[in-house]
C-alpha cells in the first residue's frame, strides 16, 4: 500500500531536527543562503558531513557549482534568520552579520556553530540533491540549538538528564 506525501510529511515531522543556514557563492561570486533541516554527520575519518536541498529551491544551483559551503547551526534565538533564509527574497544577507570563510563564503555570526566545507561529492537523492561535505575549519560557541519538529520551532532549555 502507497503512502500519500500528507502522510510521509506528518510522519517525519515528528522527528525533531536543528536547523542550519547553508551558505555558498555561486560562479559570479553572488552570496547564496537556505534554511536547511536536512544535515547530518556522515564520518568522523575522514570528517564529512551532508546536505539535503530541493531541486527548485533558489540557492541549489549555486551549490552545485560551488566548490565549499557552510554549515551554520542556529542558535534557539535565531529563529527571525531561519526564516529569512527560508523565505525566496533575493537579498538574503540583508542584516545578517557574518564573516568570510572558506573561499569567501559567509560565516554566519552568533551560530552555536558552523562548518565551512569543502564540496566532496553530490549525489541524486529524489526531489532533492545530496551534497557531501569534508569539513575543513569550525566554529563553536556556548548555547542551545534551534530546534524544528511538527511544524513548530523549539528551544531546549531543561537541564540534561542523566540515567
Known sequence: MAISN????????RFP????VVTTKDADGRLHGI??????????EPPLILICVEKIAGS???????????????????????????????????????RTGIDGVPVI?????SLECRLKRICDGGDHTIFIGEVKNVSI????????????????????QDF
Open 6 to 13: 500528507d502522510e510521509f510529511r506528518a510522519a517525519l515531522s
Open 17 to 20: 531536527s536543528g536547523v542550519t
Open 35 to 44: 534554511t536547511v533541516s536536512a544535515f547530518c554527520s556522515l564520518s568522523l
Open 60 to 98: 541549489h544551483y549555486a551549490l552545485c557549482e560551488s566548490k565549499a559551503f557552510v554549515v551554520n547551526i542556529l542558535n534557539s534565538q535565531q529563529i527571525g534568520l531561519s526564516e529569512q533564509f527560508a523565505s525566496p527574497d533575493p537579498d538574503k544577507f540583508d542584516g545578517v552579520s557574518f
Open 109 to 113: 555570526d552568533g551560530v552555536v556553530a
Open 141 to 160: 560557541i556556548d548555547g542551545y540549538p534551534l530546534v524544528y519538529s511538527q511544524s513548530t520551532y523549539w528551544t531546549i532549555s531543561e537541564t540534561p
